[in-house]
């Protein structure tokens, strides 16, 4: 794989324009937060990554730099939706996390089924 081919897997675009596709998405069991992407694109467990998630109605995406921690590979069991959960990185203090949070006020406690667990 070149340099260039590395450098476009390592940045993820993703766009959640519903609380509940943010609701299946959200990972808040793993420390300082993290997103469920679905993606076909093969990544490894610790991989980093770069996102620009665009939450509802944001202008602006949020940028936050994460990790690899979850996998979910084709024909999973359960059809659970093929793709990646990333864990938002220290660095960004929490800020994705919060804000991910205030969008699902009154949804966080539910047991509703998500893309992870």
Do not use: C
């Not at 340099?3 to 476009?8: A, D, G, H, P, S």
């Not at 940028?63 to 979910?72: G, H, K, L, R, S």
Request: aromatic share 6%; glycine share 10%; proline share 3%.
């Amino acid at each position: 794989m070149t340099t260039e081919q590395q450098q476009r897997k390592g940045i993820i675009s993703l766009s959640i324009n519903d609380r509940a596709a943010l609701y299946t998405a959200y990972m808040p069991f793993v420390e300082n937060g993290g997103i469920f992407v679905p993606t076909s694109r093969s990544y490894d467990l610790g991989d980093h990554v770069f996102l620009l998630l665009r939450l509802m109605d944001a202008t602006d995406p949020l940028i936050a730099t994460a990790t690899v921690v979850w996998i979910t590979p084709t024909g999973a069991q359960g059809n659970k939706t093929e793709g990646i959960g990333i864990r938002f990185d220290e660095g960004d203090n929490g800020a994705t996390r919060v804000a991910i949070e205030e969008h699902l006020a009154g949804m966080l406690e539910s047991d509703r089924a998500t893309h992870t667990m």
